[in-house]
């Protein structure tokens, strides 16, 4: 297995805890066996690779969960502080802290690690009072992941390709969280099962793109595999906000015929985003369908504006051009007991489908949360 320069974990916070986490265990009964001659954690990488569990934060309960990764994990935080400790990052250490006063009182329902619970038991997370987690943007290059934040609004997004660890076909995809709570989301994984890591597993319709913020092309969803992957990746970040930007196209099958798709998210200082898609297709034999997931149930306002509800009930419009698309809900059961603990028994997928089928367009979505 190869670890990118920038510590990124594309399996997810929630695999961190086996791939970053299981790292430092080792590390550290090195250390202490060898009376401190073996130390590792002043290697720049050792140290990118536990800030990750840190960069994946949302906001409260609400992590980053691309890939098989679940959206409320409960993450160790007497290692992330242990981690933060060993490295010499206070920033860590306080988001340990932090995380073990925010997690006071979740289940855990087992014990992952005997050697790391003796460790967390003899070294118990500091009583003294936490500071909030930072609210920095973030970028991983290697990873391709960008965090972009506001005072409001949050959004995560990906790059990358589909043959990563535990991969959803999802390159392109974002999620975003309003005053604390998610409004876009990635649904995560159901309970594993032998087809989940089989050759059907793309059957699963969380694995699906058509099941993430992504557009259905020419009625094609992404594709499997390592060459299906984001080309020209940037990001940027300064007093007039972040952009993150990719072109998608490669993402997907030869039947979707995109010769180009850039994809922009820009948000903007005072948390509005603005979505923009310039595509070119070889033809256009159906119509596109832009697709967007929410916990809570979207409301078919007016033409051109769609209203946005958070988990927690924190509003935003989405606002399009008129006389352009046909705007439908789709109500999903859920029904994987995994999901449910997330989500409850219902999740959505709002679906703007273009009225007339284009090969060549500009088209631009704004999210704009209540009140901004």
């Not at 798709?261 to 310039?278: H, I, K, N, Q, Y």
Request: with cysteine.
């Amino acid at each position: 297995a190869h670890q990118p320069e920038d510590g990124g974990c594309d399996e997810g916070p929630g695999y961190w805890d086996r791939a970053g986490g299981s790292l430092f265990d080792c590390l550290e009964l090195l250390h202490h066996a060898t009376g401190g001659k073996i130390d590792l954690f002043a290697e720049p990488l050792i140290a990118e690779t536990g800030r990750f569990i840190m960069r994946a934060h949302l906001t409260g309960d609400w992590y980053v969960n691309f890939a098989d990764a679940t959206a409320r994990p409960t993450i160790s935080a007497a290692l992330v502080q242990r981690y933060g400790r060993a490295i010499g990052d206070s920033q860590l250490i306080a988001f340990g802290q932090w995380a073990e006063r925010h997690q006071a009182g979740r289940p855990r329902s087992h014990i992952i690690s005997l050697n790391r619970s003796l460790a967390s038991l003899l070294d118990p997370v500091a009583p003294e009072p936490a500071s909030t987690p930072a609210t920095a943007d973030i970028w991983l290059p290697h990873l391709q992941f960008a965090l972009m934040r506001s005072p409001r609004l949050s959004v995560a997004a990906k790059g990358g390709h589909n043959r990563e660890s535990h991969n959803h076909n999802d390159v392109g995809s974002f999620l975003a969280c309003l005053d604390g709570s998610p409004l876009l989301i990635d649904v995560g994984v159901e309970t594993y099962t032998a087809k989940t890591f089989g050759p059907r597993r793309y059957e699963i319709w969380t694995m699906q793109s058509q099941w993430h913020t992504l557009p259905t092309i020419n009625g094609a969803m992404q594709q499997d595999g390592r060459d299906f992957a984001a080309r020209d990746v940037t990001f940027s970040s300064d007093g007039d906000g972040s952009i993150f930007a990719l072109d998608l196209a490669g993402a997907y099958p030869p039947a979707a015929g995109a010769r180009r798709w850039m994809r922009t998210l820009r948000l903007s200082p005072g948390g509005v985003l603005t979505l923009t898609d310039d595509y070119e297709l070889s033809a256009a034999h159906a119509p596109t369908i832009w697709n967007f997931i929410t916990h809570r149930r979207p409301e078919l306002t007016t033409d051109g504006a769609i209203r946005l509800h958070s988990t927690d009930g924190a509003q935003a419009i989405l606002s399009h051009a008129a006389g352009i698309y046909r705007a439908e809900v789709d109500e999903v059961a859920v029904t994987d007991p995994n999901l449910q603990k997330v989500w409850g028994d219902l999740v959505y997928r709002l679906r703007l489908t273009e009225l007339t089928p284009t090969d060549r367009a500009h088209r631009e979505f704004t999210i704009t949360p209540a009140g901004a």
